[in-house]
């Protein structure tokens, strides 16, 4: 078994303390660090089996709870709240915070460093990317879509709207509402039917979400227009073209998941990419699997082929 530490650091925002974990190998030896992402209304301790896997071969995984996500929220009203103005910059800041926390231990200064960003979590890396890319090993964006610009900004600013009545921290089920939009209608998206999920095709996977308090509430309109904001930057040709040209990305998704349109916002993206002339991007769809790939019942031929690939670019 992984070796476990949890610890805190403070937030971009000044207030908050930031939940993150780290694993390594129990012989404590490793050759490369991993820093996992996590996406919307979840937080990192989902993500205990892959980062467990990747410790048993040999990594430091680190991670942590986005603000208003899991134990990063002080309090239950503090759930899909980020912080004041541009919610997303801050996530990103503390994304990096993270990572030079990690990369100031003496012994991981000069080992590979990798970013896996799942999800909303793919959309921050995707906007991380365009600014603290340089000296990165290898990226993972899994789980990941195409919004035109147009959609985003509607979203932006239908949540300015509704907060000038009802205030940032207001959760909106019509604003949840609409971002279930046409590649979402084939699933059950009440929970009622375990076997026909957005996030996956365990039904013991989807009924322990359903009934997770860390995982069942409703997005603030702050923590949405974070979300828009970030997607709106990284689906953005021009910042797109500030990822550097050379660093190697994976690009990961089930192929029925209509967070990428059934894989076809997923080609978008990874076309994007080679247009941008980023030199060494690929692209997997795995048949038959939804949203949430590392929980998928393939998941031991996700994990095998993520390992692989990082190995790959050590």
């Excluded at 039904?203 to 227009?225: A, E």
């Excluded at 998704?253 to 349109?261: F, R």
């Excluded at 080679?274 to 994990?303: C, P, Q, T, W």
């Amino acid at each position: 078994m992984a070796q476990r530490t949890d610890f805190t650091f403070l937030s971009n925002d000044k207030e908050t303390n930031i939940h993150a974990v780290k694993w390594m190998p129990d012989s404590g030896d490793y050759s490369a660090v991993l820093q996992l992402t996590h996406g919307m209304v979840e937080y990192i301790d989902r993500y205990i089996p892959f980062a467990e896997f990747m410790a048993d071969h040999g990594f430091l995984v680190v991670g942590h709870d986005h603000l208003g996500h899991g134990q990063s929220a002080a309090v239950r009203s503090d759930l899909g709240y980020f912080a004041e103005g541009r919610g997303d910059v801050m996530l990103v800041e503390d994304m990096h915070k993270l990572r030079l926390i990690t990369q100031e231990e003496p012994a991981n200064a000069s080992l590979p460093y990798f970013m896996l960003g799942h999800s909303m979590g793919s959309y921050m890396l995707r906007e991380y990317l365009s600014s603290y890319g340089e000296g990165l090993a290898g990226a993972i964006i899994m789980g990941t879509g195409d919004v035109p610009a147009s959609t985003s900004k509607m979203g932006i600013a239908m949540c300015k709207t509704i907060a000038r009545f009802h205030g940032w921290r207001y959760r909106s089920k019509f604003v949840q509402n609409l971002t279930y939009t046409k590649p979402y209608k084939r699933y059950d998206l009440t929970g009622a039917d375990l076997n026909n999920s957005w996030l996956g095709k365990d039904p013991q996977i989807i009924d322990k979400y359903m009934h997770d308090p860390f995982c069942t509430y409703v997005f603030t309109l702050n923590g949405y227009r974070g979300l828009f904001e970030s997607v709106l930057f990284s689906c953005d040709p021009k910042n797109i073209d500030l990822i550097p040209k050379d660093l190697p990305v994976l690009i990961v998704s089930g192929a029925d998941d209509p967070v990428g349109d059934m894989g076809e916002g997923v080609k978008h993206v990874f076309e994007q990419y080679k247009k941008a002339g980023i030199v060494d991007v690929s692209m997997k769809l795995y048949e038959g699997d939804r949203h949430e790939i590392l929980n998928e019942l393939d998941k031991d031929v996700v994990f095998a082929d993520l390992l692989e690939w990082i190995n790959s670019k050590k």
